[in-house]
């Protein structure tokens, strides 16, 4: 099974500025015959469905602020908020679906500095 | 726009079942797969199984073979996941999630739903 491990488990930043979620599978999950990367991120609020932000690593879902990008490759991948906005405060969860079970991260909590 | 209803809240005994349904309403039903996922308290998100309607039966996760059946039904467009011999440690929130893109299981979950709370208490 593939493990997924982000880092920070929290995070604290300031209004405005830069938020920066890593996240790490324990075996890669670029797959060659199409040159994509299977992983997807995700925001969490209490008492709304979860929201799909990111997937193939970098394409960002219809209506999500373009604040919002993924990137990495293979085994390393980064979630960024370019400019922290209160609405974003939330737990975010990496996931793969390169192989079965399809496992997500720990999560990440951000709060506002 | 599609968007998933779950059912509500359950508590149950210690070795009893749950049954939690996923009802879809909006775009297309049966050839997308409708994944189910649960949190526990203080644990990580956990992939059960999933199921593509038109392509059943489901595909289960190791862990909950045996225990978890995830059946779909194309006319009310409404997925089930039943859970068998429960303890505590399946107390959790049960979300059901649509993949973003059709006939396979190895692609993002794009629509979810709110979640199950289901309590496993004597």
């Known amino acids: 099974d593939i493990e997924m491990t982000q880092s920070p488990d929290s995070l604290a930043v300031s209004l405005g500025e830069r938020a920066t979620i890593n996240c790490k599978s324990s075996q890669s999950i670029l797959h060659n015959s199409n040159n994509k990367n299977y992983l997807a991120w995700y925001q969490f609020k209490p008492g709304q469905p979860p929201r799909l932000l990111i997937y193939w690593a970098s394409t960002r879902d219809s209506g999500v602020p373009d604040r919002f990008s993924g990137s990495g490759s293979g085994t390393d991948f980064t979630l960024t908020i370019s400019s922290l906005q209160a609405e974003d405060v939330a737990i975010y969860y990496c996931q793969q679906y390169y192989s079965s079970p399809y496992s997500f991260g720990q999560g990440t909590m951000l709060e506002i500095k | 726009q599609v968007q998933l209803v779950q059912s509500g809240a359950e508590v149950k005994k210690p070795g009893s079942s749950v049954k939690v349904s996923c009802t879809a309403s909006?775009?297309?039903?049966?050839?997308?797969?409708i994944t189910w996922v649960r949190q526990a308290p203080g644990q990580r998100l956990e992939w059960m199984g999933a199921i593509i309607p038109i392509y059943a039966p489901a595909n289960y996760a190791q862990k909950f073979l045996g225990r978890v059946t995830i059946t779909a039904d194309e006319s009310t467009r409404t997925s089930y996941m039943e859970l068998s011999r429960l303890t505590s440690e399946d107390t959790a929130i049960y979300y059901c999630a649509r993949l973003g893109l059709p006939r396979d299981y190895s692609y993002h979950l794009d629509v979810w739903g709110k979640g199950t709370t289901v309590t496993v208490s004597s």
């Open positions: 909006g775009g297309p039903f049966s050839s997308y797969a």
